[in-house]
């Protein structure tokens, strides 16, 4: 398997990502969040299930800017979902500076009870 893309050319894990490298490693098991959630790597960020069916993607974002005149990277972590609305369904997304702050909020959305 080749690397996901949440590394750097270098491959070095890229920084709002690097708690996945550290904790699952490139593996295409399944880490369980909760009795009803799973997540697995892929080569483009992550993936997490409810029941063996995919509810949201989770991928790095970043964007280059300036501050003060100086050059400025922001890093954070987007999730990807649908949402089905009154007038039909939508795809959304939520952003956060960690994955961990990612996480409690999937598991909140798609119910992470343990």
């Not at 997490?48 to 990277?73: E, F, M, S």
Request: proline share 8%; hydrophobic share 45%.
């Amino acid at each position: 398997m080749t690397a996901p893309a949440l590394l750097r050319p270098t491959g070095a894990p890229l920084p709002a990502f690097s708690a996945v490298v550290e904790s699952i490693p490139f593996a295409p098991e399944k880490t369980i969040l909760s009795n009803d959630l799973a997540l697995c790597v892929t080569d483009t960020g992550l993936m997490v299930y409810r029941a063996g069916t995919p509810v949201c993607w989770i991928v790095l974002g970043y964007h280059n800017g300036q501050q003060d005149n100086q050059p400025k990277r922001c890093d954070f972590v987007d999730v990807a979902y649908v949402r089905t609305t009154q007038r039909g369904v939508n795809l959304e997304t939520a952003d956060f500076f960690t994955l961990p702050e990612a996480l409690a909020f999937v598991t909140e959305v798609f119910g992470g009870g343990a």
